[in-house]
């Protein structure tokens, strides 16, 4: 299984961008998906998650409110929108995957990164 994140760019602050990540090869078997986060000089760090069953979300407090996670028709594909980017929000971002149940503890597939840089 890969994980292939994309739409990441140069954009405004205050502008949007939808991030997507698509797994590929066998089907894919996930309870929770997320969308993690790295800035230069600065430890990778959560985003947002969504769950396979009843799709509940999560997000930072960072993001809350201005980024939304969701899952595509497909079980294999999970996007992030984000609304009134601020400068703050450039990092390479990853989409992960796992079995487990519990948010926190490590994941078990993790994408290549895109990168999104905010512009002020």
């Known amino acids: 299984v890969q994980l292939q994140a994309s739409g990441g760019g140069l954009v405004q602050a205050g502008n949007s961008l939808r991030l997507s990540c698509a797994a590929s090869g066998r089907p894919l078997s996930w309870n929770i998906m997320a969308w993690f986060r790295q800035a230069p000089g600065r430890e990778r760090e959560f985003v947002a998650a969504?769950?396979?069953?009843?799709?509940?979300?999560y997000y930072a407090d960072s993001v809350r409110g201005r980024f939304t996670i969701s899952r595509g028709s497909a079980n294999d594909t999970v996007y992030l929108r984000t609304n009134s980017v601020k400068p703050e929000d450039t990092a390479v971002y990853y989409c992960?995957?796992?079995?487990?149940?519990?948010?926190?503890?490590?994941?078990?597939?993790w994408g290549q990164g895109t990168l999104v840089t905010v512009s002020s």
């Open positions: 969504i769950r396979w069953r009843g799709s509940p979300t």
């Open positions: 992960a995957a796992k079995v487990a149940m519990s948010l926190n503890g490590e994941y078990d597939y």
